[in-house]
């Protein structure tokens, strides 16, 4: 791979902009942060990884999403399931199956991380939608027993022996799941989650056009109701004296005027955010677009 392509699919970018919400969110007070929730920021840092898991990253790409990204972040947020994460996830997990490091490190996330809430752990396993395959990757969590101090203390070192022990037995996983044996088990899930994500991203852009058109019927509305406001402001107009005419033309003249300028004024600033989001987009390069769900096959 090309240094140039590989850094046509590089997530940097987006990922600079989360660490700085994040900085931002963490060196500031409650308030501060509950202005940011408000607002939105903390919603664009999540969209973020989204927009860079629907992006089509390099191994090195989806590397620096890895070390870049704590996904405690949103291993609880209903939105991050719902704007289908996990599924986006588990794609990138199988689109690189030579990167044995990544992929141990990607396993580890779902295993630590992603699949100890009950949620993600459920749509985790619908999309492998096997049996053994489900249980091998993200096996059944044990539930510890609270105890005494002393206790604790040898479950301390139990963890550090446990962690050593995870990181064997998904490398166990990962030679049994890239046996050639394995290999129709493998296509079937990753065709199953290119339907998932493409189902998602399809939705998505409903959604977008819903809205679009919902806008649209709005300003069709203001602009019939303006129409009709004139002509029964000619209509009444015989029935006046010249002066009176002469008012009632100076004043639909400006509300004409008035209407005017408020729909150009909202044209330049829907203007505004397509133009900066383009710009965005040709910082981020054109390789990390989300998918055009109406330009991809079924």
């Known amino acids: 791979m090309t240094s140039s392509s590989s850094s046509s699919s590089s997530p940097a970018l987006p990922l600079r902009v989360v660490r700085v919400l994040n900085r931002v969110a963490n060196r500031n007070s409650n308030q501060i942060r509950t202005m940011m929730l408000e607002v ?3 919603d664009l840092r999540d969209k973020l990884i989204i927009h ?30 719902e704007a289908s994460g996990l599924e986006l996830l588990l794609r990138l997990f199988h689109a690189f199956p030579q990167e044995r490091d990544l992929q141990l490190g990607m396993a580890l996330v779902f295993r630590n991380v992603l699949g100890q809430a009950e949620e993600n752990r459920k749509i985790i396993l619908r999309a492998f939608d096997d049996p053994e395959v489900a249980d091998r990757f993200l096996p059944s969590r044990q539930v510890r027993q609270g105890g005494s101090m002393e206790l604790e203390r040898e479950e301390e070192g139990e963890e550090e022996r446990e962690g050593t022990e995870d990181v064997k037995d998904v490398a166990r996983f990962l030679d049994w799941y890239h046996q050639e044996a394995q290999r129709q088990r493998r296509d079937n899930v990753v065709l199953r989650l290119e339907r998932m994500c493409r189902a998602a991203e399809s939705a998505k852009l409903r959604v977008v056009e819903k809205a679009a058109a919902k806008q649209s019927k709005y300003r069709k509305q203001i602009r019939d109701r303006d129409l009709k406001l004139a002509a029964v402001v000619q209509s009444a107009l015989p029935q006046q004296d010249e002066k009176t ?43 990390m677009r989300p998918c055009d769900a109406t330009s991809e096959g079924t």
């Open 40 to 42: 939105g920021l903390l």
């Open 52 to 81: 860079c898991l629907q992006a089509p990253l390099s191994s090195s790409g989806a590397a620096m999403l890895m070390q870049g990204f704590s996904f405690e972040w949103v291993a609880e947020k209903a939105s991050f399931r």
């Open 245 to 287: 005419r002469a008012k009632i033309r100076q004043s639909a003249l400006a509300h004409e005027l008035r209407m005017r300028e408020i729909q150009e004024s909202l044209q330049l600033k829907l203007a505004s955010g397509e133009r900066a989001w383009k710009e965005l987009n040709a910082a981020c390069s054109p390789a």
